[in-house]
């Protein structure tokens, strides 16, 4: 199977073409780079040679060419491509965030500054969360092509770490919103250089960004309200994002507070956290790349490098009455790149892991 990847370029799209590299269904790539359109991929990123020889092409020529198409495009751009693709009866696999609101434009218009060009190829989109969204990704590819709009980096640890509260109603239904915190490396902010992320601006400091204003913001609150049981009251999210100095990562602390039912007393609290972590244990007994952590073993980013794990640990806090949960992932991996190849397997009722089965790297 040929892969199409337009983007190839950027750390998105490189991250994809490794992955793909090793998966055992893929057996050839067509590369697309608006900057770079004529050279070789191993001269850009020459971790490629002798790996994959790769001339980077127009994007229509990838989409005409390929089997399964990838987009690792700035948002807002993507659209024309997925509708080339569905055309061709192929699946488009968006990583950017112009498919991950569904047909709702105006919160997509509102953070992003865009209406959509093609309105109809939202109304059949899957956000590719495939934890949530498994099934009904696998419901709509037997119908035919399928865009993906894979989901943000950000809201992909925070989601990951609150379904199990939510589905289980073990939050809070008093107007208490749940506080998100998440740092994030450089990697994050793309390959295009911004003064940032410059070495001096970044090393030997920690600072939130864009406080109340993120893009991730209403799409974390739209996904948690889709995780909430029908019938009860969906809660409001505060998400803050920092940058850290690492390249790779993004370890968020999430702060649920109980429900009455929950709640307990200080010296219940051990008790009560170990019931907790087995609810998030069974919840995710059966998703290949969730891992809770026993008891005793803090999430933490160097321990999911370059894999698509997302590690959870389960805390309760001393006054018994917030559940703290801690999750790491790499966010170029189960962030974008890892994350896009799982959809791609689910597509394509691949096993779920193909592509996906390297041990973290831990220094």
Known sequence: MIAGIIGATGY???ELLRLLNGHSKITGFNLSSVSF?????????????????AVLQKAEDVIASSDVVFSALPHGVGEKYAAACIERKIHYIDLSADFRFGDDED???????????????????????????????????????VVIGNPG???????????????????????????????????????????????????????????????HSPEIARYMAAMTPAGVKAPKVIFTPHLVPMNRGILSTIYIPLSEKWRVTPKEIKEKTLEIRQ?????????????????????????????????????????????????????????????????????????????????????
């Open 153 to 215: 980096c950000y809201p992909t640890g925070a989601l990951l770490g609150v379904y199990a509260a939510l589905s289980k109603e073990l939050v809070c239904d008093y107007d208490m919103p749940i506080i998100v915190n998440s740092a994030s490396g450089t990697s994050g902010g793309g390959r295009e250089p911004a003064r940032s992320f410059h070495y001096s601006e970044c090393a030997d400091s920690t600072a939130p960004y864009k406080i109340a204003s993120h893009r």
């Open 12 to 14: 998105a799209g490189a």
């Open 107 to 145: 919160v997509f218009n509102d953070w992003y500054g865009k209406k959509y060009d093609f309105p109809n190829l939202h109304k059949d989109s899957v956000y590719g969360l495939p934890e949530l969204n498994r099934q009904k990704i696998k419901e709509q590819a037997a119908k035919g092509a």
């Open 37 to 53: 359109e004529g050279e070789k991929m191993e001269d850009i990123y020459p971790n490629f040679l002798g790996r994959v020889n």
């Open 279 to 363: 609810l998030y244990s069974d919840f995710y007994k059966d998703e290949p790349f969730v891992r809770v952590l026993p008891d005793g073993i803090t999430a933490a980013t160097n321990r999911v490098r370059q894999s698509n794990y997302c590690d959870i640990s389960v805390h309760v806090d001393i006054n018994g009455s917030t559940l703290i949960v801690a999750t790491a992932i790499d966010n170029m991996v189960k962030g974008a790149a890892g994350q896009a190849v799982q959809n791609m397997n689910i597509l394509f009722g691949f096993d779920e892991t193909d592509g996906l089965k390297a041990i973290p790297m831990i220094f």
